[in-house]
């Protein structure tokens, strides 16, 4: 794995407001806490998403952009980038890789935050298609787009944008992860995170309660003692 020292900047990639929350804003927290400087990008806007389903879900796109800028400066994170790619279909192609690989190249960073894009058949929610196709792509950008300056040379010729390589990528909802974060002390800006997204959550009954069982479960399967609260990761070296 990385030296802790070596990850100056971080870059989520994720399909919809809320998924950065649920699966990594913990740890987000703690690099926050470390100065490391940290970019999310968001590939859609979830206008798919909500309760107050109206046939019309107008506004929903720029509410959900609002309540992930909420949410991202509950755990110090600014730098906030929408694509905006509809919700519920996103499917793997070369424009995407090319838009994440423009990120890429523009942020720098050191270690990319994404979706597994394999399908957990342990537990369904973590693979909704949009998951796979982003991490799937993000991670076509991290190896080989990104670092390639032949992959669509108009982000060299056009955008003056050098070829970078991604060190490092945490992948969230695997089946199988073999990296655990111990988010403890960062888990009430994890919960304040979530909370922001007010349209998705508000009208959950026991939320918070079962947002501390699940990731009181991650941290009984980390080894942490009782009331450790911990995220999971699948941990790929890509340099
Ligand atoms: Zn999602």
């Known amino acids: 794995m990385l030296?802790?020292?070596e990850i100056n900047r971080v870059l989520v990639v994720t399909a919809h407001p809320d998924d950065v929350d649920f699966g990594a804003a913990g740890s987000v927290a703690l690099f926050v806490d470390k100065g490391v400087e940290v970019t999310y990008l968001l590939v859609t806007d979830g206008d798919a998403g909500g309760n107050e389903r109206t046939l019309d879900n107008s506004g929903m796109a720029e509410l959900?952009?609002?309540e992930q800028r909420t949410a991202a400066k509950a755990v110090g994170v600014t730098d906030v980038r929408f694509l905006g790619y509809s919700d519920g279909q996103v499917v793997p192609s070369l424009e995407l890789r090319r838009d994440i690989s423009?990120?890429?190249?523009?942020v720098r960073p050191d270690l990319v935050i994404t979706h597994h894009p394999d399908r957990n058949y342990q537990h369904v929610?973590?693979?909704h298609p949009d998951h796979r196709a982003v991490g799937g792509c993000a991670l076509d950008a991290v190896y080989p787009d990104a670092r390639n300056p032949y992959a669509y040379p108009e982000l060299v010729k056009d955008?003056?944008?050098?070829?970078?390589?991604?060190r490092?990528?945490?992948l969230t909802g695997g089946s199988s992860p073999n990296h655990w974060v111990d988010i403890t002390e960062a888990m009430d800006r994890k919960l304040a995170a979530l909370q922001s997204h007010v349209s998705q959550v508000a009208h959950v009954e026991g939320f918070i309660d079962f947002v501390r069982t699940r990731f009181a479960a991650w941290g009984q399967e980390a080894g942490l003692p009782a009331g450790h609260y911990a995220e999971a990761f699948q941990v790929v070296a890509t340099a």
Do not use: H, K, M
């Open 64 to 66: 959900r952009r609002t």
């Open 102 to 106: 423009r990120v890429i190249r523009q």
């Open 3 to 5: 030296p802790e020292a």
């Open 159 to 166: 955008e003056g944008l050098a070829a970078w390589t991604v």
């Open 168 to 170: 490092e990528v945490w």
């Open 125 to 127: 929610a973590p693979s």
